[in-house]
């Protein structure tokens, strides 16, 4: 009888380990499989597209989307007020069925108030359908007081995402920054491109230059002015896994010299360039020197 009640008791404690064994394959392959959809969830790739992406800042097509139930919940997991969101400067577009991208445009106030209030920007990546953040980042470069000279718009996102490789979508937005008055004004429109990285926030093109400007008066009477239009494609070439940018210039040079209140035009020069922005395993390089070609 002791023999039956040991044996069986062995039994039970075998079926048990045999369970136990069975349920933790079943949970590393739920797990397994939940890490394979984040990372199919995470291509984007249903809105991606290649070619000719635009032929200056006039001709690109920008989300205009913006969840505002959507952005309070993203907002309520950070340490910022919903009432200090710009919301004039705020941009979302959705990276896939699953996720939803932001450029958040918010007020702080100083502690110094001879400072004034600042406008911060933050990117962020959360889930569309309760607003849990994937990832965030601050961009400190964007950041501009109030009362400042030189004034930054918000972050136009493209409403379509760039096909970086055959897996690989990412986001693509252009920021202006403008300044006018007294003797110089000038504009410039930078172009990044981000991507989500696991749980990171990966800028594969970083305030790139693609739209300029500069004005300067030189004797009282004539101004001369400098721009730059730009065009980007993305090339079928890939270097170190991503598509090359091929980034269309033109340059130009006019000066108009004020007589008797007419604007007179006179010694218009033009030049294009192409540049061929290259993927070097982390981002793409370019020479950030950012040099006009006449003034």
Known sequence: MKKHLLLSGILLLLLSCGKKEISSGDEKLQNDTLVAQIQ???????????????????????SKELDLNLLAKVISQTNIKYADIKRD???????????????????????????????????VFARTIN???????????????EDEVVQISKSHIFKKLIRLNETTAGIAFYTRFNAGGGQVQFLKEKLTIVTLD?????????????????????????????????????SDAQTNGFYDLI???????????????IDVKANAKTKKETEVLKY?????????TDKMRFI
Do not use: H, P, W
């Open 198 to 234: 696991d749980t990171k926030i990966k800028k594969v093109l970083y305030n790139y230059t693609i739209g300029r400007a500069n004005t300067s008066t030189i004797d009282g009477t004539t101004d001369q002015t400098e721009t730059l239009v730009s065009g980007l494609r993305v």
């Open 280 to 288: 070097n395993g982390k981002n793409y390089t370019f020479d950030a």
């Open 89 to 123: 400067k705020t941009s979302s577009v959705k990276f896939n069925d699953q996720i939803t991208f932001f450029v958040i445009a918010y007020a702080v106030e100083n502690v110094n108030k001879e400072v004034g209030i600042s406008i911060e920007r933050k990117y």
């Open 247 to 261: 980034i269309s210039k033109n340059f130009s040079c006019e000066e108009s010299n004020m007589s008797d209140d």
């Open 131 to 145: 607003g849990k953040i994937i990832a965030q980042e601050d961009d400190g470069n964007l950041t501009y007081f």
């Open 40 to 62: 199919s969830e995470n291509n984007g790739l249903e809105n991606a597209i290649g070619g000719v992406l635009f032929t200056n800042t006039d001709s690109i097509d920008d």
